[in-house]
């Protein structure tokens, strides 16, 4: 019997010669094409942004339903304009990545606008409201790449200290928080402006992570960002204390009775992302941005398992 393995040298030689020849045919280029474009067109920032919708529903004690594709959808479309409009910083923080969407433009396009065309439409079934928090992160994200700004100083708001983070976690803490109920055809009560509230302060915390490694770029570029103005330290401090502020929002909300007590259990994605907030320094800034995506599913899990306990 032919066993693969390490002592079975001739083998393991064939096996590889054959999938390289397979990655030299037609299928085998269309197949590593297709698997590079999922990769660079945000598919895992998309189905966390559905899984951020989920979380919301439940800290709402709402039934799930289409506002996690919407948000899927237009996650999917908004990273990928805002990555054409990014190639000039790119192009020194993510060359591979950069060189890449640069020679794929139209395929993006098409991608981006198809993506956001299909949100729109499903969020219509949900009603007027629905439809315009679905347009509101696109519309805010073109006002924030584009280069719109007069005077001598930054041109676009995203390279504005401050102001650029707080478009995009106001662009994502909007419908985040107020699609699930809209689509539901309920009110915006108390509980939605506690959950708008925190997913804004968790959306500042990723955005401000994401920059530390992008440092060099952004400084070449002008572009304000916490880690650029104050240095990665004092922003680790800041992160932290927004990490707090998330926490205390969560208590506040449980407290005043606009949440179920067992929102609280979400605090397993806070705990995370006060540990990788902590690694800065140690680690590879560029595994904790990338270990940053699972605070939303971990958030998700807890809450989940807490509905299946009766907390």
């Not at 197949?31 to 474009?37: L, P, R």
């Not at 945000?42 to 039934?63: C, D, E, I, N």
């Not at 400084?219 to 650029?228: A, E, F, M, Q, W």
Request: aromatic share 8%; net charge neutral.
């Amino acid at each position: 019997m032919v066993r693969l393995s390490i002592s079975n040298g001739d083998e393991l030689e064939t096996l590889r010669r054959w999938f390289d020849r397979l990655r030299e045919t037609q299928p085998g280029r269309v197949i590593q094409e297709a698997y590079a474009v999922c990769v660079q067109c945000s598919l895992l920032l998309a189905a966390v942004g559905a899984s951020k919708v989920a979380v919301v529903s439940l800290l709402l004690s709402l039934p799930l339903n289409v506002a996690a594709g919407v948000a899927f959808l237009v996650t999917l479309a908004v990273y990928n304009h805002n990555k054409l409009t990014d190639l000039e910083e790119d192009a020194v923080n993510d060359p591979e990545g950069a060189a890449f969407f640069d020679s794929r433009k139209g395929l993006f396009t098409v991608l981006s606008v198809g993506a956001y065309a299909l949100a729109l439409g499903l969020s219509a079934l949900g009603g007027p409201r629905a439809f315009a928090l679905a347009l509101f992160p696109g519309v805010l994200g073109v006002l924030y790449s584009s280069r719109w700004l007069p005077g001598a100083g930054p041109d676009r708001l995203k390279d504005v200290l401050l102001v650029g983070t707080g478009a995009v976690a106001l662009a994502w803490a909007v419908p985040l928080a107020l699609l699930p109920p809209a689509v539901g055809g309920q009110g915006i009560g108390l509980g939605a402006l506690v959950v708008l509230g925190f997913f804004f302060l968790r959306t500042v915390v990723a955005v401000e992570l994401f920059n530390v490694p992008d440092v060099a770029g952004d400084r070449r570029n002008d572009v304000g960002t916490l880690p650029v103005a104050l240095g990665v330290r004092p922003t680790q401090y800041v992160l932290s204390g927004l990490n707090g502020c998330s926490f205390l929002l969560l208590i506040g909300g449980v407290s005043a009775g606009v949440l179920a007590p067992g929102a609280l259990v979400a605090t397993v994605g806070l705990v995370y992302s006060g540990g990788l907030v902590a690694l800065i320094g140690h680690q590879n800034v560029e595994q904790l941005c990338l270990a940053s995506y699972l605070e939303p599913p971990l958030m998700l899990g807890a809450l989940l398992a807490g509905t299946g306990l009766g907390i």
